[in-house]
């Protein structure tokens, strides 16, 4: 019963904002003409961006979250939609100071005048599951407190319940929807969204994250006060930076764009192939700029809640994938598909290494700066629809990343080479991987594991054999 309230409110709120003729583009006909039996659409003249920002506040974090992915999608989304996405990221309306304080004061079962020096009213920032003020710890360092909504788990368990109703009808009656594997991705979604929600699994992520950049220029993560935090309740260190959609401000103060791109290009991979733990919630409002060194900018991080991880074997399949696009050996591209079992075990080699060279070749007849990487992917994932491709889960967190980082560096530079950049990278990391000396390490590794299997051998092969003989008898 819940879900179907939910799914009425949904609709009551697209009916009021977004089902009406200046939100519904020209070429959807029948929903435009429909459209004149709403009686909201007769309301106030209300501009398109505004329509889809507020439908989405109204209906809460998971939306909220949705908005805050097309607000970096400037090669998908209309400028004047764009404007108002961003707006997500950050400034969503902020639930009372009274409210917070409350719940601070609830965590640590006593005034807050005893847990801070001093604790701000107003909110540095609001966003879909939390809200963040500014406070001074006894001790005297400056810090940012982050409080969860009030109300919020009720909102997205009911969220939850739709998507995962409309999944279940997914796999049921629509033929892709066994393949694309509906439930499986709204479970990994949901166990992303409620590992948010644990602000000391965001704490514990934030330290770790630290320790991997703790001698890497290009990135500084904030210190995380454990004696102040607690599941509902956050304390970090306070950072001063300009935030990464300000390119006003890194024009003012001479910042090097180019080297700010290419570094956010680095610091993903870094993340990705050397550490294999990455920061998943890449928007603009969870990234700032020290600026203090313009020639050499370094990237402030905040919002840890959301975290990827990446097995060994999908290390290695990205790797091999990404340096056979940019050989262009599409051949081998097909082949990792197969032996990954992302594809049918079956598929003709030949088929499907001839579809990705329909869909890649035109592509590659630009220059590589104008290539979108995520466009490309877009593009596979289609094409191999055709042969039955499962979709993956694991891995949706990374394409999420992957179109952050691909956005945010061309708007910082537009001439930004994704390709160029990633590339030394990844031959360095895959010339690393196959060296002998981390063979050795490997095998080491196991080496308890596989002398204690060696021994139990004799045992077993004699075992065998004397089973044998017997039925030989």
């Given at each position: 019963?819940?879900?179907?309230?939910?799914?009425?409110?949904?609709?009551?709120?697209?009916?009021?904002?977004?089902?009406?003729?200046?939100?519904?583009?020209?070429?959807?006909?029948?929903?435009?003409?429909?459209?004149?039996?709403?009686?909201?659409?007769?309301?106030?003249?209300?501009?398109?961006?505004?329509?889809?920002?507020?439908?989405?506040?109204?209906?809460?974090?998971?939306?909220?979250?949705?908005?805050?992915?097309?607000?970096?999608?400037?090669?998908?989304?209309?400028?004047?939609?764009?404007?108002?996405?961003?707006?997500?990221?950050?400034?969503?309306?902020?639930?009372?100071?009274?409210?917070a304080i409350k719940k601070i004061e609830h965590?640590?079962?006593?005034?807050?005048?005893?847990?801070?020096?001093?604790?701000?009213?107003?909110?540095?920032?609001?966003?879909?599951?939390?809200?963040?003020?500014?406070?001074?710890?006894?001790?005297?360092?400056?810090?940012?407190?982050?409080?969860?909504?009030?109300?919020?788990?009720?909102?997205?368990?009911?969220?939850?319940?739709?998507?995962?109703?409309?999944?279940?009808?997914?796999?049921?009656?629509?033929?892709?929807?066994?393949?694309?594997?509906?439930?499986?991705?709204?479970?990994?979604?949901?166990?992303?969204?409620?590992?948010?929600?644990?602000?000391?699994?965001?704490?514990?992520?934030?330290?770790?994250?630290?320790?991997?950049?703790?001698?890497?220029?290009?990135?500084?993560?904030?210190?995380?006060?454990?004696?102040?935090?607690?599941?509902?309740?956050?304390?970090?260190?306070?950072?001063?930076?300009?935030?990464?959609?300000?390119?006003?401000?890194?024009?003012?103060?001479?910042?090097?764009?180019?080297?700010?791109?290419?570094?956010?290009?680095?610091?993903?991979?870094?993340?990705?192939?050397?550490?294999?733990?990455?920061?998943?919630?890449?928007?603009?409002?969870?990234?700032?700029v020290d600026i203090a060194d313009p020639e050499?900018?370094?990237?402030?991080?905040?919002?840890?809640?959301?975290?990827?991880?990446?097995?060994?074997?999908?290390?290695?399949?990205?790797?091999?994938?990404?340096?056979?696009?940019?050989?262009?050996?599409?051949?081998?591209?097909?082949?990792?598909?197969?032996?990954?079992?992302?594809?049918?075990?079956?598929?003709?080699?030949?088929?499907?290494?001839?579809?990705?060279?329909?869909?890649?070749?035109?592509?590659?007849?630009?220059?590589?700066?104008?290539?979108?990487?995520?466009?490309?992917?877009?593009?596979?994932?289609?094409?191999?629809?055709?042969?039955?491709?499962?979709?993956?889960?694991?891995?949706?967190?990374?394409?999420?990343?992957?179109?952050?980082?691909?956005?945010?560096?061309?708007?910082?530079?537009?001439?930004?080479?994704?390709?160029?950049?990633?590339?030394?990278?990844?031959?360095?990391?895959?010339?690393?991987?196959?060296?002998?000396?981390?063979?050795?390490?490997?095998?080491?590794?196991?080496?308890?594991?596989?002398?204690?299997?060696?021994?139990?051998?004799?045992?077993?092969?004699?075992?065998?054999?004397?089973?044998?003989?017997?039925?030989?008898?």
């Open positions: 019963m819940t879900t179907i309230f939910r799914l009425f409110k949904i609709a009551t709120v697209i009916l009021q904002h977004a089902m009406n003729r200046r939100v519904l583009p020209k070429r959807t006909r029948l929903l435009r003409t429909l459209s004149y039996l709403n009686p909201y659409s007769y309301q106030k003249n209300q501009a398109r961006g505004d329509a889809i920002r507020i439908s989405l506040e109204k209906l809460g974090p998971i939306y909220i979250k949705f908005g805050q992915l097309l607000s970096t999608r400037f090669d998908l989304v209309p400028d004047d939609i764009l404007i108002e996405l961003e707006k997500l990221q950050d400034r969503v309306p902020p639930f009372s100071s009274e409210l965590a640590f079962g006593k005034p807050i005048a005893e847990i801070y020096f001093t604790f701000e009213k107003k909110p540095l920032a609001s966003a879909s599951i939390a809200q963040v003020h500014a406070a001074t710890l006894k001790t005297g360092e400056d810090v940012v407190v982050k409080i969860i909504r009030p109300h919020v788990q009720k909102v997205i368990r009911q969220d939850i319940a739709v998507m995962k109703f409309i999944a279940k009808m997914m796999e049921r009656f629509w033929r892709h929807g066994k393949r694309l594997r509906a439930i499986a991705v709204v479970k990994e979604f949901e166990k992303t969204i409620y590992d948010e929600l644990d602000l000391m699994r965001e704490a514990a992520n934030a330290s770790q994250l630290r320790r991997n950049f703790a001698d890497f220029k290009m990135m500084y993560v904030p210190k995380i006060y454990w004696d102040t935090t607690r599941d509902q309740v956050m304390t970090m260190e306070r950072i001063y930076g300009v935030q990464i959609s300000d390119i006003d401000a890194f024009r003012k103060n001479n910042v090097n764009l180019k080297k700010l791109a290419e570094y956010g290009v680095e610091i993903f991979f870094t993340q990705v192939f050397r550490d294999a733990f990455f920061h998943a919630d890449m928007h603009p409002g969870n990234l700032f050499n900018p370094r990237y402030l991080g905040i919002d840890f809640g959301i975290m990827g991880t990446l097995s060994p074997i999908d290390q290695n399949y990205l790797a091999e994938n990404i340096l056979a696009f940019l050989s262009r050996d599409y051949r081998r591209v097909a082949q990792l598909h197969i032996d990954s079992g992302w594809v049918n075990k079956n598929t003709r080699l030949d088929e499907f290494e001839s579809a990705i060279r329909t869909v890649c070749e035109p592509i590659f007849e630009k220059p590589l700066s104008e290539i979108s990487f995520g466009n490309l992917l877009l593009k596979l994932f289609q094409t191999a629809e055709r042969f039955e491709m499962t979709v993956q889960p694991q891995l949706i967190l990374l394409q999420k990343t992957l179109f952050y980082i691909e956005s945010l560096g061309r708007k910082l530079y537009p001439d930004l080479d994704l390709w160029e950049t990633a590339k030394p990278f990844m031959t360095k990391w895959m010339r690393k991987q196959r060296s002998p000396r981390r063979l050795l390490k490997l095998f080491l590794k196991d080496f308890h594991k596989n002398a204690t299997k060696l021994a139990e051998l004799p045992i077993l092969l004699h075992a065998f054999l004397t089973g044998t003989s017997k039925h030989a008898r």
